[in-house]
């Protein structure tokens, strides 16, 4: 079963505006990842923050995550019509020996 | 680029028919993974991979096998396709600097289509 479950499942915003995505999941994590898909294409690792982290900064990425609620955020900044993807949530439970686990995705259209 | 090739990238098949999917690596990363992506199910893992011949199932395995004879393939295969297998199938590898977080690097996809 998933065990990230993304939120919204789309969002579409104007380039130049901020874009936040949020994922909530069930079980203690080691760490969260969040990928990103361009249609057709396989995924690529954006950014993993650990659950002794609260929040991580990468470019125009900054992902936070809460451990007591069991949620993360994704937020993207000064979008851009490239950033347009769909973008997954992945977790590691502890102890569950390197198997990610993925949400189904957040779909994210950024307007020209 | 973690050198990850998937053969082929398309294929059609029919019901009943055996499909075998190829993972090619260049880089001698020990686990290799296999998942199959559908709309509304994001990514499931189906079978991944620790090292030759060495290998465990996932979370919908059902229906599929797998094999590892050597470090730079590992191969996905369907006994007998149904049209339920029908998708998107990626393979993963698992970097060096993923060894202690899990980070994967993955494949262009093989999508599979049973008629």
């Known amino acids: 079963s998933q065990q990230g479950e993304e939120d919204p499942q789309a969002l579409s915003i104007q380039e130049g505006e901020n874009a936040t995505m949020n994922c909530s999941y069930k079980t203690s994590i080691n760490n969260l990842q969040w990928y990103r898909q361009n249609s057709g294409r396989g995924l690529v690792h954006l950014i993993l923050i650990r659950s002794n982290e609260r929040e991580k900064h990468s470019g125009r990425l900054r992902v936070t995550l809460d451990t007591s609620k069991k949620s993360s955020s994704l937020l993207i900044t000064a979008s851009r019509a490239a950033d347009t993807a769909s973008y997954f949530c992945?977790?590691?439970?502890?102890?569950?020996?390197?198997?990610?686990?993925f949400g189904k995705g957040i779909t994210l259209s950024v307007r020209p | 680029d973690a050198g990850i090739t998937q053969s082929p990238r398309h294929k059609v098949t029919e019901t009943g028919t055996p499909v075998t999917l190829r993972c090619h690596q260049t880089?001698?990363?020990?686990?290799m993974y296999w998942y199959r992506q559908d709309p509304g199910h994001g990514l499931r893992l189906i079978h991944y991979?620790?090292?030759?011949?060495?290998?465990d199932k996932g979370e919908v395995s059902d229906g599929y096998s797998v094999s590892r004879s050597k470090t730079e393939d590992f191969l996905l295969t369907l006994e007998s396709a149904t049209s339920s297998q029908t998708s998107v199938y990626f393979c993963a590898i698992q970097a060096r600097q993923g060894v202690n977080t899990g980070e994967l690097f993955f494949g262009e996809g093989s999508r599979l289509t049973v008629l």
């Open positions: 880089e001698n990363h020990r686990y």
């Open positions: 992945a977790t590691i439970r502890d102890g569950a020996n390197s198997k990610l686990t």
């Open positions: 991979s620790y090292g030759v011949k060495d290998t």
